[in-house]
């Protein structure tokens, strides 16, 4: 039984770099690294597909982390004054 390589995220990008650039052809580099060209293209995708996010501006890769974060707050806020009403009522205020 084989067991799995795992390659780590420095190689898949120097692959896929190269890959990117068109010098060598996938059969040549699939050689090259002892890789399967479909190992080589999938790499090639995912580097394609997010690129668009290392160009994006801070602020935009920040947006989805800051709504994340006011829902959670608007929440706590919900539940603090469902808090406060209650106990205001109970102690006769």
């Not at 006011?70 to 603090?80: F, P, R």
């Amino acid at each position: 039984m084989k067991k799995r390589r795992n390659y780590s995220a420095d190689f898949k990008a120097r692959v896929a770099l190269e890959a990117l650039s068109g010098a060598f052809t996938m059969a040549e580099l699939a050689s090259k690294h002892n890789l399967h060209p479909n190992m080589i293209s999938q790499w090639k995708r995912k580097a394609q597909e997010g690129l668009p996010d290392v160009f994006a501006k801070k602020n935009e890769r920040q947006k989805g982390t800051q709504d994340a974060e006011v829902k959670e707050l608007h929440a706590k806020i919900g539940q603090l004054t469902i808090e406060n009403d209650f106990l205001s009522k109970a102690f006769g205020r």
